[in-house]
Nanobody, 118 residues
Framework: QVQLVESGGGWVQPGGSLRLSCVGSGFIFSNYNMKWYRQAPGKAREEVACVMWSGLKTYLDSVRDRFTISRDYAKNILYLQMNNLKPEDTAVYYC????????????WGNGTLVTVSP
């Protein structure tokens, strides 16, 4: 079965960096659009970054010059390198596999908490 397991969250001071990882299993990574979402307290979940099955990458405007999404095809791992973190980046970050073929569903990881504060 499909599983997504995130790691790498934690506390960091403003200006610091973290790298999130998402290990996927039960499917071929390169066949799907893979995304990072985040949800801050009291706010709606928002898409942060996406790497499409074609390799095209997209970013939320507020993170475009600070975050980098990438994936290791051989290991089925999705990454989110986050630099110059700001307090407003504080949220639970979720890995997401978007459905592509008929009859499929979306899958989510359980999330990893990122806290940015002095």
């Amino acid at each position: 079965q499909v599983q997504l397991v995130e790691s790498g969250g934690g506390w960091v001071q403003p200006g610091g960096s973290l790298r999130l990882s998402c290990v996927g299993s039960g499917f071929i990574f390169s066949n799907y659009n893979m995304k990072w979402y985040r949800q801050a307290p009291g706010k709606a979940r928002e898409e942060v970054a996406c790497v499409m099955w074609s390799g095209l990458k997209t970013y939320l405007d507020s993170v475009r010059d600070r975050f980098t999404i990438s994936r290791d095809y051989a290991k089925n791992i999705l990454y989110l390198q986050m630099n110059n973190l700001k307090p407003e980046d504080t949220a639970v970050y979720y890995c997401h596999r978007e459905r592509r073929f008929a009859g499929e569903m979306d899958y989510w990881g359980n999330g990893t908490l990122v806290t940015v504060s002095p």
